[in-house]
């Protein structure tokens, strides 16, 4: 029992994948610092206000939060374009360095 459990540990690489969905988390908290502290003060005096964030549309009684939406995909936006330009630069590297 024990033996298959180390098989599967090693087939499956298991160790691998923990390290990077550790790496990952921590990933994500760093480009959510990013967008947040360095990258929104840019952008906030181009957008109107800091209102639009809290938006809500009312359809009866039911409340849609638009700007909620809106902000979490300005920042998802933000932060694929961030990524992008990150791992675009690493593999010219790579490329030139071969």
């Given at each position: 029992?024990?033996?298959?459990?180390?098989?599967?540990?090693?087939?499956?690489?298991?160790v691998?994948?923990?390290?990077?969905?550790?790496?990952?988390?921590?990933?994500?908290?760093?480009a959510?610092?990013?967008?947040?502290?360095?990258?929104?003060?840019?952008?906030?005096?181009?957008?109107?206000?800091?209102?639009?964030?809290?938006?809500?549309?009312?359809?009866?009684?039911?409340?849609?939060a638009?700007?909620?939406?809106?902000?979490?995909?300005?920042?998802?936006?933000?932060?694929?374009?961030?990524?992008?330009?990150?791992?675009?630069?690493?593999?010219?590297?790579?490329?030139?360095?071969?």
């Amino acid at each position: 029992m024990i033996s298959d459990f180390i098989k599967f540990l090693r087939e499956f690489n298991i160790v691998a994948l923990a390290v990077g969905f550790v790496l990952g988390t921590a990933s994500t908290a760093l480009a959510n610092s990013l967008v947040k502290d360095i990258v929104m003060p840019f952008l906030d005096p181009i957008l109107p206000g800091a209102s639009w964030k809290t938006a809500v549309a009312h359809v009866g009684k039911i409340n849609i939060a638009y700007g909620s939406f809106i902000a979490e995909l300005l920042n998802f936006i933000v932060i694929a374009l961030v990524i992008f330009l990150i791992v675009h630069k690493l593999l010219k590297f790579e490329s030139a360095k071969k």
